[in-house]
């Protein structure tokens, strides 16, 4: 699924679904703040290697390949403020 417009999720996907959704949401959030994925981890209670699993996911959504590219990609498209 590649982000077009702020992320939202079918009303009958699974709530694991939703989960990783809103997860990926509130990491990228976190990344356009600045954090790095250590500080992310400890903020949400994750392993850093979660993180920088759906961090990658996050890439792979919007197609880019940095975290500056994430971030500027996310806000042209309206998925973060």
């Known amino acids: 699924m590649r982000w077009c417009s702020p992320p939202r999720w079918p009303k009958r996907a699974p709530a694991w679904r939703r989960s990783r959704w809103q997860r990926e949401d ?3 959030r976190l990344v356009a703040d600045g954090l790095g994925n250590r500080e992310i ?3 949400l209670h994750l392993s850093r290697y979660t993180v920088e699993s759906h961090v990658k996911r996050i890439y792979r959504k919007l ?3 940095s975290r500056t590219m994430a971030v500027r990609m996310a806000r042209s ?4 403020g």
């Open 77 to 80: 498209r309206g998925v973060i």
């Open 63 to 65: 197609a880019v390949s």
């Open 26 to 28: 509130q990491i990228l």
């Open 41 to 43: 981890a400890e903020q």
